[in-house]
């Protein structure tokens, strides 16, 4: 048996993290280009903005890339971030303790990712039906609850939370880090992980060995749907109002920052650093092309390109080796 | 559209015993693995040319280059005298070079009729000409003798049954040099008839023929001249006549095997399960019993309903009469989490579309059923993980460079052997395995029976479904015979000959075609 172990081997095992460096300094690139052009860029109150804004949509790619890898597509995540202001403003404005709004805040994602792995699961819906259905349907019933009207939250301490640092660091970001690390424990140190990469992988190979197929997809969108919620309870505090018609169009966001980050949509194929990193280069570029005077009609169009690139060099990495 | 069967593959005009096609240090690289060193050989016009080697010998990835589907890293190939770049697959073809290759590559989801006629529908019927398109099929099938319908989806019919409509396919466009990767994996004797008949006839026509395959009965039956691949490396051609099993296999692994079919004799203990007049789609009325250290063997032809009953069995598909019981009880297996539970595993039959997670890496195929085991609470033990995955992996000769390579870059024999391995570390009491050796080479398989005499040693059970009679002639204590759907004969441990077992899986079939005639 005289396998030899060519030095290919090795950078194909350490492919993502290869992959994960490469995003990290595209994005260490942009900020060192945006810093020497613009002179506002590299100031503490911009990079405090940049966080804040990404930190957001990355939290979303998160949730997304664990429905990505099962092989489906959460495409109602924007439309249950404004879902999800509306309620938590509702039960702040109701005198309810911020702590328990919050919490019942993301049951009522859980609740809407338990619907989605029903449908797919029970009804046999595509993911991508099930889950347009609800982006439009939830703004309805938002704009129902609502009137059409925006509701201000009256109550400081919760939105001086989004507003406040912790050791110079913007609270939204340290939320990433409390999302991001049991993410990354879970996807890649779990049992459940590896579920979710072999029903994506084969689902009827998973079944025969003994892996609970249903239970993952459940899983995988109620996981979206928790994020999704937690990021509607951020984007409450950071705005101040409840208003379903809010996050319109981030599901694209977070689904782009996913594919950025790596992660295949034929499932199978995805990791929890690379959205965040993809997150935050979207972020960037958005930034950057304000501080630039670009007209924000370039930046949906940089964004495009960006995406048609990166996917494209990362599948002809993988394909090289076939 | 009046073209008969016949003149679809006009007969190439070529003087036989002529070189046809010649190698000169043809070289695959893959990252990690050094497929094919460089191999200088020439095919005669006319002949069939077996090739032969281990798993991962390289077999595969030869016949990859010839037909365009991989880039060559080095070397030449000259095609009736001039020099072919052979890039793309359609280059190929157009030289008339064929190949049936090791996995169906053909649209599951398009009718028989479709798929034979894939990219050409337009130059051969116009639009909407579906009909036509499968009555013309259908004289094809039935030309060859192979008894199949046309009109159905093709991912209805059976793995074996697929080939046999990828080999029909291959013949129908005008076809000079046509390879054959392991067409009789998947079939029984009687299908496998059928196809040596169409091979011969092809021979008779002027065609080359490749014919890679681990049954060595096969390649003295077919094969003018045999090659023998070791490690990427040909390590020599054999006139067939001047040759010999044992030699083959002593240049194919550098050393002899004694006995392949390794058999231990337990006294049989309790019944593990037992199954009264269980019935399902594809079967009916099926009886019988599994008690520990015994391996009960079912044989019929492809369709007979024995991989119906076993997914059935193992809770995959509704039962709709009948009875299970387990260890004496009786239970109710609502799905395969259930039957997992109890103690069954089960290594299916098509390791393409149930036995693999194929873009994921070795080691987490191996480990997906035990990821229960080796995890506390939800967290995986990563030493647990490796140590698992490399046992087998050693255990059963996987070649593979590490076990983070993906399962589709290894060779179809070895990925084989991660459908059977992934059980073995399982502990269960039942094992089923559905035509495990498919496409393993002799000296695996002698391995892979002596894990089964491990197996019962422990006391489990074993049902063994193969399509190849000597494997479960030699290896079962109890066979039972299967015919359309029914357990027609009962046989013990090599009480009944070949002869007497082929007959009662054909026999109906026999009887209505005489009725026909
Ligand atoms: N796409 C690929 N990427 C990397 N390595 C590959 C790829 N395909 C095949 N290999 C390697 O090349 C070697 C030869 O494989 P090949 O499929 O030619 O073997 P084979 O002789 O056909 O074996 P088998 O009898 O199991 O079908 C194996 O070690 C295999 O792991
Ligand atoms: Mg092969």
Redesign the pocket.
Same mark, same amino acid.
């Given at each position: 048996m005289s396998?030899e172990a060519i030095p290919a081997e090795k950078s194909k095992r350490n492919y993502n993290a290869l992959f994960g460096l490469t995003l990290l300094a595209l994005l260490v690139l942009l900020w060192v280009i945006l810093s020497l052009s613009t002179s506002s860029f590299a100031s503490a109150n911009n990079i405090s903005n940049l966080l804040r804004q990404g930190s957001m949509i990355a939290i979303l790619a998160v949730g997304q890339t664990f429905v990505i890898i099962t092989g489906g597509i959460d495409l109602s995540v924007g439309a249950v971030v404004g879902f999800a202001t509306v309620i938590a403003a509702m039960l702040i404005n109701a005198g309810i303790p911020v702590f328990l709004a919050i919490a019942i805040t993301l049951l009522v994602g859980v609740a809407i990712g338990l619907f989605h792995g029903f449908g797919i699961v029970k009804m046999g819906l595509p993911p991508f039906i099930i889950t347009l259905a609800t982006l439009t349907s939830l703004r309805g019933i938002g704009l129902l609850m609502t009137n059409g009207n925006s509701i201000s939250i009256n109550n400081d301490a919760f939105q001086e939370f989004s507003r406040n640092s912790f050791l110079g660091v913007p609270n939204l970001f340290w939320m990433v880090i409390l999302v991001g690390i049991p993410a990354y424990i879970f996807l890649h140190h779990s049992r459940w992980g590896r579920y979710l990469f072999s029903v994506g992988s084969n689902a009827e190979a998973s079944r025969l060995s003994g892996v609970n197929v249903q239970r993952t997809i459940y899983m995988a969108y109620t996981l979206s749907g928790l994020c999704a919620a937690f990021v509607g309870v951020l984007l409450a505090s950071r705005i101040g109002i409840g208003n379903p018609t809010q996050a319109e169009g981030w599901e694209l966001q977070a689904i782009a920052s996913s594919v950025i980050g790596g992660t295949s949509l034929f499932g199978a194929v995805g990791s929890v650093h690379g959205p965040l990193l993809g997150a935050f280069i979207l972020a960037t570029i958005n930034n950057g092309a304000n501080l630039l005077n670009v007209n924000a009609f370039w930046q949906r169009i940089i964004t495009g390109v960006l995406i048609i690139v990166i996917v494209y060099f990362d599948g002809l990495r993988r394909r090289g080796?076939? | 559209m009046t073209s008969t069967a016949q003149d679809l593959h006009p007969a190439p005009v070529l003087e036989p015993g002529r070189t046809i096609l010649e190698l000169r240090g043809l070289e695959k690289k893959?990252?990690? /693995?050094h497929?094919l060193k460089p191999v200088t050989l020439a095919f005669k016009s006319g002949e069939i040319h077996a090739i032969v =080697?281990e798993?991962?010998?390289?077999?595969? /990835?030869l016949i990859k280059l010839l037909t365009g589907v991989m880039p060559r890293t080095s070397g030449e190939v000259i095609w009736e005298g001039n020099p072919a770049a052979l890039a793309t697959p359609h280059e190929a073809m157009a030289l008339g070079i064929n190949a049936v290759h090791?996995e169906v590559v053909l649209c599951r989801h398009l009718t028989v009729a479709a798929n034979m006629f894939l990219g050409e529908e337009n130059s051969r019927f116009g639009i909407l000409q579906q009909r036509v398109m499968v009555k013309e099929a259908q004289k094809i099938i039935d030309d060859l003798g192979f008894d199949l319908p046309a009109h159905v989806m093709l991912g209805d019919l059976t793995i074996g049954q697929q080939q046999l409509i990828a080999a029909a396919r291959a013949t129908v466009r005008g076809t000079k040099f046509l390879i054959f990767d392991?067409p009789t994996a998947y079939l029984t004797r009687k299908e496998a008839d059928q196809l040596f008949t169409l091979i011969r006839r092809l021979k008779s026509e002027g065609v080359t023929i490749i014919y890679i395959s681990?049954r060595m009965e096969e390649v003295f039956e077919l094969a003018d001249r045999v090659s023998v691949?070791r490690d990427g490396t040909l390590v020599g051609t054999r006139n067939i006549a001047e040759t010999n099993d044992a030699e083959l296999v002593k240049l194919m692994i550098n050393r002899s095997i004694e006995q392949v079919y390794h058999k231990e004799h337990f006294t049989p203990g309790a019944a593990i399960v037992e199954t009264r007049n269980l019935s399902g789609k594809g079967f009916e009325n099926v009886s019988m019993t599994v008690r520990a250290g015994e391996i009960v063997g079912l044989y019929g032809l492809i369709g007979a309903g024995r991989s119906e009953f076993v997914t059935t069995l193992y809770g995959r598909h509704r039962k709709s009469a009948g009875q299970i019981l387990w260890e004496g009880k009786p239970v109710q297996v609502n799905s395969e989490h259930d039957a997992i539970r109890l103690g069954m595993a089960l290594a299916p039959e098509s390791r393409r579309d149930q036995g693999l997670c194929l873009n994921l890496p070795v080691g987490l195929n191996l480990n997906l059923p035990i990821y229960k085991r080796i995890s506390k609470n939800l967290l995986i033990s990563g030493a647990q993980e490796k140590a698992q995955a490399d046992r087998q992996i050693a255990d059963l000769r996987i070649?593979?460079p590490t076990r983070h390579a993906l399962a589709s870059?290894?060779? =179809? =024999?070895?990925q084989q052997k991660i459908v059977i391995g992934k059980w073995l570390a399982h502990g269960a009491k039942l094992f089923i395995f559905d035509e495990p050796t498919v496409?393993v080479?002799v000296g695996t398989k002698a391995e892979i029976y002596r894990l089964f005499g491990a197996l019962l040693s422990k006391g489990a059970g074993i049902i063994l479904i193969s399509s190849y009679l000597p494997e479960v002639y030699e290896l079962a204590d109890t066979l039972h015979v299967f015919r359309r759907g029914k357990l027609v004969a009962t046989h013990g441990f090599r009480t009944a000959d070949h002869e007497e077992i082929l007959t009662q899986a054909l026999a109906e079939k026999q009887e209505k075609l005489g009725g026909k005639i």
């Open positions: 396998t080796g076939k | 893959y990252p990690g /693995t497929a =080697g798993n991962g010998a390289g077999k595969s /990835t090791q392991e681990h691949l070649k593979t870059s290894l060779s =179809g =024999g070895n496409g080479d």
